[in-house]
């Protein structure tokens, strides 16, 4: 089953046979329900009169059951142990309505508090502008049209590239759904609009091999982080750093962007902060320096996972390249296999400038991975799609938001079932 009917389903028509029985099965409940009915509202004057001498002989039966003492005594007894409301004050009522209210407001509290987000609510919640932002368009796109023609096609392709799919994306699609109209021939623009969410699927599924799984190692798993300034690749690096220590791993930071004093600043506070230790060094250091005393105490100290934060000065394209090469083959020099992962942190909000950064960071180094950050708070995150189409990289971890855990291993489902739900 491909991804589109995993997350939407198949579209089939009833057949006549399931549809004649069940209006069958619906005729047969009517008929039977109304002699039922009569019938209860008809009751027997012979019943009647059975159920009255069995009233009577019930009460002969209280009457007899009252002359025995015993009983009498230990309906007392209960009794007594009972308060009488009459006799309790108002003053006493109050206070057992408020104990009550305490007592209640007690077991409420901890369940509010166990309430946590699952992964699909917080894809829900991170694409919800996305998602209404193209919904809304699409929509209205369709309302414009009356019939499928070329200007419906050009509007299309042109409504596309505004939410962030990409040039490619685009032009591709509109391509397929001209075919796809002919085949079908289809005259109305409603009869496209389950085609475009499913070609767009298609897009993003391509061969169903995504690479989305993070490649972690039995021993030591050495990631490294680039992107340029702003983008939230630090952040992502700390809130990384608390997911894994709370899966129980031995984490530690390294902070080789030695450029910007403010950005080793920041990674040290986001170590004391989730508890793990930080690699650094003087200021303006070597940065293959720095990454080779964290690989060396990474080593010695038997770390799971090192996380290794670099400059992003891509507007000085030959000093980057010059110093994550360097970075490289220190890396390679204590464990030859490594880096195991090479992310890209890119801003979602950037929209297609995000994808300008991902194609020159992808001539400067081999990369692994996307790490898509501030999700939550645009309604571009269509430009996964370009990513994928146009680059073909991974999108491997995603920010769903603010809090030190809104941070994931993406799902190429979730994300489109959070992209594109409602809008079949």
Do not use: C
Request: net charge negative; hydrophobic share 40%.
């Amino acid at each position: 089953m491909g991804l589109f009917d995993r997350l939407f389903g198949k579209k089939e028509e009833p057949k006549i046979e399931e549809v004649v029985k069940e209006a069958l099965e619906n005729l047969d409940l009517s008929e039977a329900t109304e002699p039922a009915l009569t019938e209860a509202e008809e009751v027997p004057q012979e019943e009647a009169e059975v159920k009255s001498s069995e009233e009577e002989e019930n009460q002969d039966t209280v009457e007899e059951s009252q002359d025995s003492e015993p009983a009498v005594e230990v309906h007392q007894e209960e009794v007594e142990e009972l308060p009488n409301s009459e006799e309790v004050t108002e003053e006493e009522n109050t206070e057992l309505l408020e104990t009550v209210e305490e007592n209640s407001s007690e077991v409420l509290e901890p369940e509010m508090t166990q309430v946590e987000e699952t992964v699909q609510e917080k894809y829900d919640r991170s694409l919800k502008k996305t998602r209404t932002g193209f919904g809304a368009r699409l929509n209205a796109f369709f309302a414009n049209f009356r019939s499928v023609d070329e200007e419906f096609f050009e509007e299309l392709e042109e409504l596309l590239i505004m939410s962030d799919v990409g040039v490619q994306v685009a032009s591709n699609l509109t391509e397929e759904l001209r075919y796809e109209a002919k085949l079908e021939n289809a005259k109305k623009p409603d009869a496209l609009r389950r085609v475009i969410i499913e070609k767009l699927v298609e897009l993003y599924e391509k061969d169903g091999n995504y690479d989305e799984s993070i490649h972690f190692q039995d021993g030591l798993t050495i990631m490294l982080f680039v992107g340029v300034n702003g983008v939230g690749k630090t952040t992502s690096i700390g809130k990384l750093a608390h997911r894994y220590k709370q899966a129980g791993k031995k984490v530690m930071l390294v902070a080789a962007d030695t450029f910007r004093a403010g950005a080793v600043a920041q990674l040290a506070e986001w170590g004391r902060r989730v508890d793990v230790p930080v690699v650094t060094g003087p200021e303006k250091a070597d940065p293959a320096s720095v990454v080779f005393d964290g690989m060396e105490r990474a080593v010695a100290e038997g770390i799971d996972i090192l996380m290794i934060d670099t400059a992003g000065r891509l507007q000085n394209k030959d000093n980057l390249m010059a110093e994550l090469e360097k970075i490289g083959r220190i890396i390679k020099r204590v464990v030859p296999e490594a880096p195991h992962e090479t992310f890209l942190a890119l801003d979602a909000s950037t929209g297609q400038n995000a994808l300008v950064q991902a194609k020159e960071f992808s001539k400067i180094t081999p990369l692994t991975g996307i790490v898509l950050t501030k999700i939550d708070g645009t309604a571009r995150g269509g430009v996964v799609l370009a990513i994928r189409e146009e680059l073909n990289i991974p999108v491997k971890l995603i920010g769903f938001g603010e809090k030190i855990d809104d941070i994931g291993e993406f799902n190429s489902e979730n994300f489109m079932k959070g992209l594109l739900e409602g809008l079949i």
